[in-house]
């Protein structure tokens, strides 16, 4: 793994929207590496996921199987991180399709449960997604301030 980069797992089952995420969040993200993780890859890399500093959840809105999917890869991701809090976003993709089963409130609820409240996006990646890497960036941020603080906290008490 590159170590000057951010590595950020792009994680929803298959047919969720994660290339087409990758694709439009990669022309301004330049700093960023992105990998794309169905539910068996995060179970194959279950070693290495908890190296990736960022994470981005994806489900499909008209899929109650796919928002199931992130239920039961949450848990592996947590594991691999040990517990460590990490910067997420969690995206319920294709509202555009008439035919959602999985509400925004079901989205709120599975980031309060389990993801330390992180930011949810319930929209159609194909026509906005501004907003969300915004948002995914101050979510970085955020973390990337407590981690140094945390980490000068441990270097004072070293002293
Ligand atoms: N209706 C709709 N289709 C989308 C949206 N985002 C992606 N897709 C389509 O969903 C299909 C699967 O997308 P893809 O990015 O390949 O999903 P992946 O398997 O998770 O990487 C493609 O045909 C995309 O064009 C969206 O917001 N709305
Ligand atoms: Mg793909």
Same mark, same amino acid.
């Given at each position: 793994?590159?170590?000057?980069?951010?590595?950020?797992?792009?994680v929803?089952?298959?047919g969720?929207?994660k290339?087409?995420?990758?694709?439009?969040?990669?022309?301004?993200?330049?700093e960023?590496?992105?990998k794309e993780?169905?539910e068996?890859?995060?179970?194959?890399?279950?070693?290495?996921?908890?190296?990736?500093?960022?994470?981005?959840?994806?489900?499909?809105?008209?899929?109650?199987?796919?928002?199931?999917?992130?239920?039961?890869?949450?848990?592996?991701?947590?594991?691999? /991180?040990? +517990? *460590?809090? #990490?910067?997420?976003?969690?995206?319920?993709?294709? &509202?555009?399709?008439?035919? =959602?089963?999985?509400?925004?409130?079901?989205?709120?609820?599975?980031?309060g449960?389990?993801?330390?409240s992180?930011?949810?996006?319930?929209?159609?990646?194909?026509?906005?997604?501004? /907003?969300? +890497? *915004?948002? #995914?960036l101050?979510?970085?941020?955020?973390?990337? &301030?407590?981690l140094?603080? =945390?980490?000068?906290?441990?270097?004072?008490?070293?002293?």
């Amino acid at each position: 793994m590159e170590c000057s980069k951010h590595h950020v797992a792009v994680v929803g089952g298959s047919g969720v929207g994660k290339t087409t995420l990758i694709q439009l969040l990669a022309t301004t993200f330049h700093e960023f590496i992105f990998k794309e993780f169905n539910e068996h890859d995060v179970l194959e890399a279950r070693q290495t996921l908890g190296l990736y500093h960022a994470f981005i959840l994806v489900c499909d809105t008209s899929s109650m199987d796919s928002f199931t999917t992130l239920s039961e890869v949450i848990p592996v991701i947590k594991r691999a /991180k040990e +517990g *460590e809090d #990490f910067p997420c976003v969690l995206v319920g993709n294709k &509202t555009d399709i008439d035919a =959602r089963v999985v509400s925004e409130r079901d989205l709120a609820k599975l980031s309060g449960v389990w993801l330390n409240s992180c930011p949810t996006f319930y929209l159609s990646i194909q026509e906005n997604i501004s /907003k969300l +890497g *915004e948002v #995914f960036l101050d979510e970085i941020e955020t973390h990337n &301030t407590r981690l140094s603080f =945390r980490q000068e906290r441990r270097n004072s008490i070293n002293v």
